[in-house]
């Protein structure tokens, strides 16, 4: 049965801090790992890593994924109020028919 | 933009009664999902479905049905809701034809009395 685990469970931090994400998954044929920030509504996307070591950037988000390990981060930098969010993680097998197992997600919250 | 909708964005049902959850999505994706999300336990596959009238249990099936009669709607009926059931549900999807992320619905909370 695939699994994702998500560390910590939740953060509470100040502005301006930096924050590391941990996701570890155990899944049968990986086929990319997805990372997802949720505020108040549904998730929406932020990264998907397929290939071990290669770093996706989006502003002061980033994200790796280390596919020997099993397991991804996401960093983000110079925390704001706006990032305050729960961030979930998932993983998709070759053979689901884009189906994705998902973490219980971390919930970060950023003081000002 | 990919655009999922649901039909309610909140809903209040008694116990006993039979509940239907609309999903529609406009770009021509194969793959649909029935999620519900509770605090603490992230999201939980109900079911999902890759075709027309096909369908596949997920992770949580059990008190739930769904229904795909057309590529761009995917139903989920609750046949006699329960408190247990009060949750807030999300509808998802994706295409086949690309490793693609899956696209969500805003969701519908649903309560349970």
């Known amino acids: 049965e695939d699994k994702v685990v998500q560390s910590p469970l939740s953060l509470v931090v100040h502005e301006g801090d930096t924050v590391t994400l941990n996701c570890s998954y155990e899944?049968?044929?990986?086929?990319?790992l997805l990372w997802y920030k949720q505020e108040k509504k549904a998730p929406t996307f932020l990264f998907m890593l397929?290939?071990?070591?290669i770093e996706k950037k989006s502003g002061r988000l980033s994200s790796i994924l280390d596919k020997k390990e099993l397991f991804s981060i996401l960093n983000i930098t110079a925390t704001q109020t706006g990032d305050s969010a729960v961030y979930l993680c998932?993983?998709?097998?070759?053979?689901?028919?884009?189906?994705?197992?998902f973490g219980d997600g971390t919930t970060l919250t950023v003081k000002p | 933009d990919v655009k999922v909708t649901q039909s309610s964005r909140y809903l209040v049902k008694r116990t006993g009664e039979k509940v239907f959850l609309e999903c529609v999505q406009d770009?021509?994706?194969?793959?649909m999902f029935w999620y519900r999300q509770d605090p603490g336990l992230g999201l939980r596959l109900i079911y999902f479905?890759?075709?027309?009238?096909?369908?596949e249990k997920g992770d949580i099936p059990e008190g739930y049905s769904v229904s795909r009669e057309k590529k761009e709607r995917f139903s989920l009926i609750l046949e006699s809701a329960s408190t247990n059931q009060t949750s807030m549900y999300l509808c998802?999807?994706?295409?086949?034809?690309?490793?693609?992320?899956?696209?969500f619905g805003p969701g519908t909370r649903l309560l349970v009395l």
């Open positions: 397929t290939s071990s070591g």
């Open positions: 770009m021509d994706h194969e793959n």
């Open positions: 479905s890759y075709d027309v009238k096909m369908k």
């Open positions: 998932a993983v998709e097998a070759r053979s689901s028919a884009g189906k994705s197992t």
């Open positions: 998802a999807s994706s295409p086949n034809w690309a490793q693609e992320t899956q696209y």
């Open positions: 899944v049968t044929n990986f086929r990319s």
